[in-house]
C-alpha cells in the first residue's frame, strides 16, 4: 500500500515550486542547492509540483529535461534527499487524461516528447507523494488547503494509482461489447477515438498496445470517485471566491485533519499553484503562506524558494519569510 505522506522530524529543506518547464530556474535552483548541500547548509531538496507544462511556445518548454534532471539528482543524492510532490500538471499524465485552459493544450505536447522515456517517467510520476508533514509543524503540498481534502485523508494517504488504472483496464477486458464503449466516447468528444488517441497520447494506431489508454482515461475520469477527489484537492483554488473568515475556517480544518498521525500538530502550510500578482510570494492569511519560484512570480525573477528547518516550531507563516531566498541576483541587480 503507497504512503502519499512524508513525514519529516529533521534537517532543512530548500523548497521550490511550479517551474512550469522552466529550464533556467531548475538549473539555477539545482545549483544553489548543490551549494547548500555540500556546505551543510540543506539536506533536503523538495519541489512542491507542477514541474511540467509551460505557458509559452515549444522551445521553452524543458519539461521532459526538468524531470529526467530531477530523477536523476534523485538516484545520485538518494530519495529522502530529493522529495517532489504531485502537482495538477503532473496527475493526468498518469491517466492519459487531458489538460487544456483556454487556448493552451498542456498535454499533448509532453506525451508527443516523452517517446522512450514514457515508463520510467510515468513510474516516476505515479510513485510521488502528496504532502510533506514536518515536525515544524509546517505542511507542505502542491496546491495547499481544499475543502474537498478535508473528509478524504486516509483516501488520499493510500492512494493507489495502479490500482484504479487495472481496475479500468479489467473493466474494458471484460466488457461484452466494446465497441459500445468507443461510440460512447465519440458521442462524448465529438470525435474519431483513433484520431483523439493519436493527439492526445501519441498513439500510434490501433496496434498499438496504449490504443485503448485514452478510453481508459475518460472511463475512469467520468466514473472513479477517489480520481475526483485528487482531481479536486490539486485543482483547488483556495481562496478565490471565499471570504477571508471562510477560507480560515477551512485551512484550520485542513490542518487538523492532516494532523493525525503527523510528527507534530500541523500549523502552517506551504503552497504553489496559483498566480502570486506581487513578487514570488504571499501571505494568504496566518496560516498560508503562497511560494513561486519562477512560473507564477510576477516577474518570473521575483521567484523565491524557501528554506524550512523542520525540527524547528513555527506558529504563524510569517515566521518562514526570513528564510525566503533568490536565485536570480544577477536578474534583480540589472532591473536596479
Ligand atoms: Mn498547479
Not at 533556467?24 to 531538496?45: E, I, K, N, W
Not at 490542518?255 to 494568504?284: K, N
Not at 507563516?317 to 531566498?325: C, D, I, S
Request: charged fraction near 20%.
Amino acid at each position: 500500500m503507497p504512503d502519499r505522506f512524508v513525514d519529516l522530524t529533521q534537517g532543512v529543506a530548500m523548497i521550490v515550486t511550479d517551474l512550469h518547464g522552466d529550464g533556467d530556474a531548475f538549473d539555477r535552483y539545482v545549483t544553489h542547492f548543490r551549494q547548500l548541500y555540500a556546505s551543510g547548509a540543506a539536506q533536503r531538496l523538495i519541489f512542491l509540483g507542477d514541474l511540467v507544462h509551460s505557458y509559452g511556445g515549444p522551445r521553452h518548454d524543458h519539461s521532459l529535461d526538468i524531470l529526467r534532471g530531477v530523477m536523476a539528482l534523485r538516484a545520485e543524492l538518494g530519495p529522502d534527499t530529493v522529495i517532489t510532490l504531485l502537482g495538477n500538471h503532473e496527475m493526468p499524465h498518469i491517466y492519459g487524461v487531458s489538460l487544456v485552459k483556454g487556448e493552451i493544450e498542456f498535454t499533448p505536447r509532453f506525451e508527443r516528447a516523452l517517446g522512450a522515456d514514457r515508463d520510467s517517467v510515468l513510474a516516476f510520476l505515479r510513485s510521488l507523494p502528496f504532502y510533506v508533514r514536518t515536525a515544524a509543524g509546517v505542511m507542505l503540498s502542491h496546491a495547499g488547503p481544499a475543502s474537498e481534502a478535508i473528509p478524504h485523508v486516509e483516501t488520499l494517504r493510500c492512494f493507489d494509482h495502479g490500482a484504479l488504472l487495472a481496475q479500468a483496464d479489467m473493466a474494458l477486458a471484460q466488457a461484452d461489447d466494446l465497441a459500445l464503449y468507443y461510440e460512447h466516447y465519440e458521442k462524448v468528444h465529438g470525435a474519431p477515438y483513433a484520431d483523439d488517441a493519436r493527439h492526445y497520447l501519441a498513439v500510434s494506431g490501433p496496434a498499438d498496445p496504449r490504443y485503448p489508454h485514452l478510453l481508459r482515461a475518460s472511463l475512469i475520469a467520468e466514473q472513479s470517485k477517489p480520481f475526483a477527489v485528487l482531481w479536486d484537492v490539486l485543482f483547488t483554488q483556495n481562496e478565490l471566491g471565499l471570504t477571508e473568515y471562510g477560507y480560515v475556517q477551512i485551512v484550520q480544518q485542513f490542518l487538523e485533519a492532516f494532523s493525525a498521525g503527523a510528527p507534530a500538530p500541523q500549523r502552517v502550510i506551504v503552497s504553489g499553484h496559483i498566480v502570486t500578482p506581487l513578487g514570488g510570494y504571499m501571505l494568504v492569511n496566518r496560516y498560508h503562506l503562497r511560494l513561486s519560484s519562477a512560473a507564477h512570480a510576477r516577474p518570473r525573477e521575483a521567484g523565491h524558494y524557501l528554506l524550512l528547518d523542520c525540527a524547528k516550531p513555527v506558529r504563524a507563516a510569517n515566521e518562514l519569510l526570513p528564510a525566503l531566498g533568490t536565485v536570480f541576483a544577477d536578474h534583480l541587480e540589472a532591473l536596479a
